[in-house]
């Protein structure tokens, strides 16, 4: 939603700041007001990209408001820094650096863990801040005289006080603040962002380092947090301890989520909304103290009911009454409908995307090698000592009956899951102990047995994830790069929509696919990251007889100058593709052979048929 | 020099400390394991214990009333806040249930704020218990000395209803995994309203007993939250045991920190989180993969 014209956003929120000092005086809005929900508004947008776009809900944002906040402070007041502008970048750079350190314990642990340490963190500074560090903090007296920003120009001297005059210092502050996050948000890293939020194990899985990223947003949050500090203390001419209260975190995030999440502007609109509902409770209500009790029902009921806040809703809104399909929230049940008769019969006619180039002299041979692998959980003996060979350009299959080991053998191939013995060569290196990340990297990942979809995004952005990870590595930091220049991203993207046969619908979002439509963007996941060898864990796993045969086509015009090794049930699928199949059965190798030898192999027919051909024959 | 006698009093008042953290801990956690929610408003439950048991007392002058009044309204309170809404929400992401709750417990503060005002109130000890007592050593309020027993029944009952009965079982097999009991054929949705409404009265008893030894404030849950989580992170999520171990090293750290300085009290605290975190990050009892 935030991609439509270029600087369409940009250009409004120059337009909305510049003219909010004409309006919002006539809506009763006193400057000194404003000025308090842009500086909220700046914090958010950092905290934003951490919440709403990956998903990290932290509640000790307080600490690097603060630390900046009196970083900056203690510069200009008790050091006698003269440069207001320089000292609140110190601050941000100051508040990022403990972002850094504190994301490095924090991120350790996700969901309610990551949210208890911030707390937990919040607590400590708060203290740190009244007690060991008080002669540099002023402890509960804060730190008076702060003064705001001029700047020489020579012929004139801009120097910006309070009220209206402040706020076009503020302004311009958030507005590049804005920019900036627009350009994070827009960047492939910004992609990587809201894919951790959606599905961090397939994020992991498509090769991208998350906990890179995680600790990418979580100092990205710091840094905004850091300068609205800052900002802060210039704002009110004094540095209040009271920045590093757990209520200033717990003010954050009740904003954030008020104005709607993943939107940039919901903080801002969420400040708006907590401030003037205060004045307006407390002058014109004479409600006192009560007035923190109704922003938290009103809290409550939200939360509850419009839970994408305020500019979720009113999107929403627009969506219903433009009659066209608002972003609706991610369906948590998969509707099993399979729509194979809707579908557009298109053959599929792409051709197969060139693998990543080979290592110049080893076209054939062995790609991977296992040997003697050996997984053991507890007392069970998953799989026991398999010798599993591949070679270059071959299509090998896998059967065997339920649980014979199939997928355990595939979590070990893609170090999921790490064997208890044994080893795994893939293209001539010992991959055995490698993460799945750093295995996808090199070039081998697998498509999953149950779907493993970012379910918030559409059918392009999640291709674009993944093809994002071959062209740019496991982790990098192009944070102000648009998506769109990357060479060979938007190709690689459209060529994989043509093989997996999902040209019609690139934008629509991947909850409203049908089953049948998702199992193909499934394996398109594991296509998009180019692979050299690629697993797939029962393509045809809950399809209709017509999708099958759809999906064996599509797999047939896949393997084109491909290796892959596929696991499914359905033998006539298999025996038609496979050049090879291996049986597993009780976690070893049965037997290994041409579809021919398989098919009347006696041991193969016991193992399936309880050795019923067998008796026949006698 | 230490000062030997003030050491084992801080030592006492840690171990004091350190068995209402775990029981506050042991109620979060087990709500945590079992309905996969993490309740932030659990410090406000024990504010509210407080302020029932206040309540009761300013009426019945006796202690013992108190202390059932403030269990019991906090455990009707917590059946009453998982039937109404967190019900509502075991489908819907974390970050959401922290949301809800976390309002929920602003909320709870703001009403008691609201009723009773700032101002602190004054529970005291049941007369039995007043005064102080000679340890031979060292003289140490009495009623501190029976915090602890007092606790550590409160924490041996627990102990027999998750481990000794049948509502127990199904509790630890719903920690395990919840959607299996669920098939087997016990609702698993009353089980979770009753887990709900123990782990608030948990809650709710440490602060009516918690009351006469510090004085009443609608704020008085907050910073027993924040220590709760590291309670729990350091004794592992969704661990009874843990939260009994961790409870009584946060308890002894807090303490024994705060003789020296108390403002490195947290600090302190944390670097312990901290190591925990880098050392065995599932906490000291927890299992790995339960998140």
Request: a neutral charge; glycine letters at 12%.
């Amino acid at each position: 939603m935030l991609k439509q014209r270029p600087y369409l956003i940009e250009f409004l929120t120059a337009a909305g700041l510049i003219v909010a000092p004409f309006v919002l005086p006539w809506l009763g809005f006193a400057p000194n007001t404003v000025n308090r929900i842009l500086v909220w508004g700046l914090f958010g947008l950092g905290f934003d990209i951490l919440f709403g776009f990956t998903g990290l809900l932290s509640f000790g944002q307080s600490a690097f408001y603060g630390t900046g906040g009196f970083v900056a402070a203690w510069l200009l007041t008790r050091a006698g820094f003269p440069y207001v502008v320089l000292a609140l970048v110190i601050g941000m750079i100051a508040a990022a650096a403990t972002g850094y350190l504190i994301g490095l314990i924090a991120l350790r642990r996700t969901g309610i863990y990551f949210a208890m340490i911030t707390v937990a963190i919040a607590e400590v500074f708060f203290f740190v801040e009244f007690n060991p560090l008080s002669d540099f903090t002023g402890g509960e007296n804060g730190l008076p005289g702060v003064p705001t920003p001029s700047f020489n120009l020579g012929f004139t001297t801009l120097h910006f006080t309070t009220g209206w005059s402040l706020y076009q210092f503020l302004a311009l502050c958030y507005f590049i603040g804005v920019v900036i996050a627009l350009r994070i948000v827009r960047s492939p890293v910004g992609a990587v962002f809201s894919a951790i939020r959606d599905n961090p194990l397939r994020a992991t899985a498509v090769g991208h380092n998350i906990h890179g990223y995680k600790l990418t947003a979580f100092v990205i949050a710091a840094a905004y947090a850091g300068f609205a500090g800052g900002l802060l203390g210039v704002l009110q001419a004094f540095m209040p301890p009271d920045a590093f209260t757990f209520d200033t975190s717990g003010q954050l995030v009740m904003q954030t989520a008020i104005g709607g999440r993943g939107t940039l502007f919901g903080p801002l609109v969420g400040a708006a909304v907590w401030l003037s509902l205060q004045d307006f409770l407390q002058a014109a209500l004479g409600l006192g103290a009560a007035w923190k009790l109704v922003l938290g029902l009103v809290f409550v009921l939200l939360v509850c009911f419009l839970r994408r806040g305020i500019i979720g809703g009113l999107a929403d809104l627009y969506g219903l009454l433009t009659g066209q399909h608002g972003a609706r929230e991610p369906d948590e049940s998969e509707p099993e409908v399979a729509a194979a008769a809707s579908e557009p019969h298109a053959a599929v006619a792409a051709a197969p995307t060139p693998p990543r180039p080979r290592p110049a002299g080893s076209p054939t041979g062995p790609i991977l090698q296992a040997k003697g692998l050996t997984k053991r959980y507890g007392g069970l003996l998953a799989n026991s000592d398999i010798d599993f060979t591949v070679n270059h350009g071959e299509l090998r299959g896998i059967i065997g009956p339920n649980g014979a080991g199939k997928s355990t053998f595939f979590k070990m191939l893609t170090c999921e899951v790490h064997p208890t013995s044994g080893t795994i060569v893939f293209e001539g290196r010992d991959i055995t102990g490698m993460n799945v990340t750093d295995v996808c990297q090199l070039g081998l990942t697998k498509s999953y047995q149950v779907n493993q979809l970012f379910a918030g995004l559409t059918v392009r952005e999640n291709l674009v994830i993944a093809a994002l990870s071959g062209l740019r590595g496991k982790f990098k930091l192009d944070l102000f790069r648009s998506i769109d220049s990357i060479p060979g991203l938007s190709e690689r993207v459209q060529h994989t929509l043509e093989l997996v046969n999902l040209t019609s619908r690139p934008d629509t979002p991947v909850s409203e696919l049908a089953y049948g439509e998702k199992r193909r963007l499934e394996i398109g996941l594991a296509l998009a990251t180019s692979p050299s060898l690629l697993l797939l864990d029962e393509p045809l796993a809950g399809m209709s007889p017509r999708e099958r045969v759809e999906t064996v086509k599509l797999l047939k015009s896949i393997s084109q100058g491909r290796t892959m090794i596929i696991i499914d049930h359905d033998m006539d699928a298999l025996f038609e593709l496979a050049e090879r199949v291996t049986v597993l059965q009780e976690g070893r190798v049965l037997v290994e052979g041409t579809p021919e030898e398989i098919k009347n192999n006696s041991t193969v027919q016991e193992a399936y048929l309880g050795g019923v051909h067998g008796v026949l024959a006698a | 020099m230490i000062n030997w006698p003030n050491f084992v009093s801080q030592l006492f008042n840690g171990l004091a400390l350190g068995a209402l953290l775990a029981l506050i801990s042991s109620g979060l956690t087990i709500i945590y394991g079992t309905l996969g929610v993490l309740n932030l408003a659990h410090g406000a439950m024990f504010m509210i214990g407080g302020y029932a048991g206040y309540v009761a007392y300013s009426y019945t002058g006796s202690f013992i009333l108190a202390v059932i009044a403030g269990s019991l309204f906090v455990m009707l309170l917590g059946v009453a806040m998982e039937r109404i809404i967190i019900r509502h929400f075991y489908h819907r992401p974390h970050e959401d249930q922290l949301l809800v709750t976390f309002g929920l417990g602003i909320c709870f503060v703001e009403i008691v704020r609201l009723i009773f005002t700032s101002q602190s109130q004054v529970v005291p000890p049941p007369a039995l218990l007043q005064g102080i007592t000679s340890l031979g050593f060292l003289f140490y309020p009495t009623y501190r000395l029976a915090v602890v027993g007092i606790v550590a029944v409160a924490l041996g009952a627990l102990f027999l209803i998750l481990y000794r009965t049948r509502l127990g079982m199904i509790v630890r097999a719903g920690i395990e995994d919840s959607v299996m009991v669920d098939s087997l054929g016990i609702n698993v949705y009353r089980v979770f309203m009753i887990v709900f409404g123990i782990g608030a009265m948990a809650a709710g008893f440490a602060g009516i007993i918690n009351a006469p030894v510090v004085s009443l404030t609608p704020g008085v849950g907050d910073d027993i939250l924040v220590e709760t989580f590291v309670v729990v992170v350091i004794g592992g999520v969704g661990s009874f045991p843990g939260a009994i171990l961790g409870g009584l090293i946060a308890g002894e750290i807090i303490s024994v920190t705060s003789m020296f300085n108390p403002g490195y009290a947290y600090v302190m605290l944390f670097a312990a989180m901290t190591l925990v975190l880098v050392l065995r990050p599932h906490g000291l009892l927890g299992t790995q993969g339960r998140e």
